[in-house]
């Protein structure tokens, strides 16, 4: 097993992590499983071609469900 280095900064905790650890991705997502800590690369969204081009709001297949009514606004 092989271990590294945490380090306390200023914004929280950092790792030295070895070479063959190392992430191509900018950004990981964490998460907990029991005592263990997950790093995942995220990876960019990849969208199909024209997919934003095909949403259009004005098309009667889109329908927003009612929202129910607001309530009062605070008063500042």
Excluded: N
């Excluded at 030295?16 to 499983?33: G, H, K, N, Q």
Aim: glycine share 6%; aromatic share 8%; proline share 11%.
């Amino acid at each position: 097993m092989q271990t590294a280095e945490i380090l306390d900064t200023a914004q929280g905790q950092a790792v030295i992590l070895p070479d063959e650890y190392r992430f191509a991705a900018s950004t990981v997502a964490i998460r907990r499983d029991g005592d263990a800590v997950i790093l995942e690369p995220l990876k960019p969204a990849v969208w199909p071609e024209g997919f934003f081009d095909s949403i259009h709001i004005t098309d009667p297949a889109f329908r927003r469900p009612d929202q129910g009514s607001l309530p009062a606004a605070p008063s500042l």
